[in-house]
């Protein structure tokens, strides 16, 4: 499976970003999409998954009521709409892709290759 993730960039705090992550490679809607990310200095940390349907929801506590994660699936595509950006949120962003429903990084096993976002204050 193939993960292209876009959309990162500079935004001053308080703004808005919306991220991408377009799969390939596998039947999208049989596997549950995550969002994570990476500051520097820091481990990877969870931020939003949600099911094969898109019906279901997790969200770390830190974005609750600021990010919405949402998905695609005749477009093979998971989003991460972000809104009240602040400068704790700057870190490279990664999707990722697995069967299980988890805020483990273990249990995803593809991750696309990160898009960077800066939130300067």
């Known amino acids: 499976v193939q993960l292209q993730a876009s959309g990162g960039g500079m935004v001053q705090a308080g703004g808005s970003l919306r991220l991408s992550c377009a799969a390939s490679?596998?039947?999208?809607?049989?596997?549950?999409m995550a969002w994570f990310r990476q500051a520097p200095g820091k481990e990877r940390e969870f931020v939003a998954a949600i099911s094969r349907s898109g019906g279901n929801t997790n969200y770390a506590d830190f974005v609750k009521g600021r990010f919405t994660i949402s998905r695609d699936n005749a477009k093979n595509t998971v989003y991460l709409q972000m809104n009240s950006l602040n400068a704790e949120d700057t870190a490279a962003y990664y999707c990722?892709?697995?069967?299980?429903?988890?805020?483990?990084?273990?249990?995803?096993?593809?991750w696309g290759q990160g898009t960077l976002v800066t939130v300067s204050s």
């Open positions: 990722a892709i697995g069967s299980n429903w988890s805020r483990g990084p273990g249990q995803y096993d593809a």
């Open positions: 490679g596998r039947t999208f809607s049989n596997y549950i």
